[in-house]
């Protein structure tokens, strides 16, 4: 089977949504039977290299996936059909050669880097392996959604899914971290290479030089991978070192009570984040001008908004019930930092469409200044916070931060409607 393009009046948008909401679904149901193994079998410590592995694993893949992609879907909209899979070919060469240059600083600071994972060099580098086969799924996954092939988007996103909890499973019968978490990079394989079996695409014929294609659009193309790079720096390897800050600064203990805050959080904002590429973001891109693309937002937020508010209201209210059930009993002592933490997820979920707002319209200047803006107010908050709470101050900053953030990135937005 081979994947197809649909018009876009073939497909409905209970359709579409069903298949959207069957993977976020599946993604929400087997990452936190992921954290709950992992709770139950290794304990605090356990969450923490769970959360440091899987930052590892999105520090290295941040450039191809929010640079070389997104690049790709914002040029590939202004190309004929034929052309757009060139590009995305081309895409694939990019993933790879970015890759290559990322991951030396890790191999060159390997000792800092592999602090809290205890891999030998086998493991290090097939992880390595791992996660460009999952860079490069996630090319798959983001072709699906432009082809507009909903099946094979669904279908990929249960399998990467359901293969890492099963890769997790297995694994922690074993009492080694290390290897559950080298397991769970491996799980990445499986479903990359059924989709390169049964759902690659006809390729057309290709240019002498079609790894350039994507290249020749070098304006925009170099725009998307600063601001993947920057991205990259302020948000992964920044919540990479703070997680290395906090365990040597507040031990192994209450950072994995922390980190089981943070997963809830990792995981509301990557499920919404991920909707809203598939049934936002698009639209948004495809809109006319600025003035049209902020109303189709307020449509977007109307709906939005009183949604997350009362979701965020009820994960107040049963804490100390989900922080049990998703983890372990101990785990229950984060729950008096729970309403920092969601108050933080609250501004933070709204935002998103904000700074996709942003990043549709290529306002990549104001993007790029209000993740400088935000960093700086974080960093800020914790450095005056942190000695007077300990580690409540890292849930206390994370609020502060995205308050400023949201107020911040809508009044720009209302005052330049980009």
């Known amino acids: 089977m081979k994947v197809n393009q649909s018009s876009p009046a073939v497909v409905s948008s209970s359709y579409r949504y069903f298949w959207i909401l069957l993977a976020l679904g599946a993604k929400i149901i087997f990452n936190f039977l992921i954290s709950k193994q992992i709770a139950i079998t290794f304990g605090e410590e356990g ?61 060159l600071f390997l000792q800092h880097f592999l602090n809290l994972f205890n891999f030998d060099a086998q493991q290090y580098f097939g992880i390595l392996a791992s996660i460009l086969a999952y860079i490069l799924l996630q090319l798959f996954l983001q072709y699906f959604l432009w082809a507009k092939s909903y099946v094979w988007y669904g279908i990929a996103n249960v399998l990467l899914s359901g293969c890492s909890f099963l890769a997790v499973y297995w694994a922690s019968r074993f009492g080694e971290l290390s290897f559950v978490l080298t397991a769970l990079a491996v799980s990445y394989w499986l479903p990359l290479l059924v989709v390169l079996l049964v759902a690659v695409p006809a390729f057309p014929p290709l240019q002498k030089k079609w790894w350039l294609a994507l290249y020749e659009e070098y304006a925009i193309f170099w725009q998307f991978i600063l601001l993947a790079l920057v991205g990259m720096l302020l948000d992964k390897l920044l919540s990479f070192e703070v997680r290395l800050w906090a365990v040597n600064t507040f031990g192994m203990l209450d950072t994995g009570y922390w980190q089981a805050l943070v997963r809830m959080s990792e995981l509301l904002i990557g499920m919404l984040l991920a909707f809203l590429a598939a049934a936002y973001y698009p639209v948004a891109c495809e809109m ?12 977007q937020l109307r709906v939005a908004a009183p949604v997350l508010l009362a979701m965020v209201v009820l994960l107040w209210w049963s804490r100390s019930w989900w922080l049990g059930l998703l983890y372990d009993e101990p785990f229950v002592r984060a729950a008096a930092w729970a309403h920092w933490q969601l108050t933080g997820d609250f501004f933070r979920m709204l935002s998103c469409w904000g700074a996709l707002l942003l990043l549709a319209r290529q306002a990549l200047v104001a993007y790029l200044v209000m993740q400088l803006f935000s960093v700086v107010v974080y960093l800020l908050s914790l450095a005056s916070l942190y000695q007077l709470y300990a580690v409540a101050a890292l849930p206390m900053a994370y609020a502060i931060e995205h308050v400023a953030y949201a107020v911040v990135l809508y009044a720009y937005v209302l005052w330049k409607r980009p």
């Open 47 to 107: 969450i923490t290299v769970l959360m440091h592995f899987l930052n590892f694993v999105a520090l290295l893949s941040f450039l191809p996936v929010e640079g070389v992609h997104r690049a790709w879907l914002s040029i590939a909209g202004k190309k004929p059909e034929l052309l757009n899979t060139e590009l995305w070919l081309a895409a694939h060469f990019w993933d790879v050669a970015l890759f290559l240059v990322v991951i030396a600083i890790p191999t």
């Open 288 to 299: 006319p001008d600025g003035k049209t693309a902020w109303a189709y937002t307020v449509r």
